[in-house]
């Protein structure tokens, strides 16, 4: 159901995320925010591109790919 724990734990997740993008723009300003977000996603379509290449058999460099979802999984 909606009111289980996971709805509750989405429901943090967004509000988590709202104060962060409002702190985000309090500090840096909506521009710079708008970059981090499109790093982010330029990241994320890096290591589904990779991650799809390994799956279809090719030879993927295991340090590129390490990298790749490094930089997903620790965004800076």
């Given at each position: 159901?909606l009111r289980g724990a996971g709805f509750r734990?989405?429901?943090?997740?967004?509000?988590?995320?709202?104060?962060?993008?409002?702190?985000?723009?309090?500090?840096?300003?909506?521009?710079?925010?708008?970059?981090?977000?499109?790093?982010?996603?330029?990241?994320?379509?890096?290591?589904?591109?990779?991650?799809?290449?390994?799956?279809?058999?090719?030879?993927?460099?295991?340090?590129?790919?390490?990298?790749?979802?490094?930089?997903?999984?620790n965004p800076n």
């Open positions: 159901s734990n989405l429901a943090l997740l967004c509000n988590g995320m709202a104060g962060g993008y409002e702190f985000a723009v309090s500090k840096f300003g909506q521009s710079a925010y708008d970059a981090a977000q499109e790093k982010a996603l330029n990241n994320y379509m890096e290591f589904e591109m990779l991650d799809l290449l390994q799956s279809m058999g090719e030879n993927v460099n295991p340090d590129e790919y390490k990298q790749a979802h490094d930089r997903v999984v």
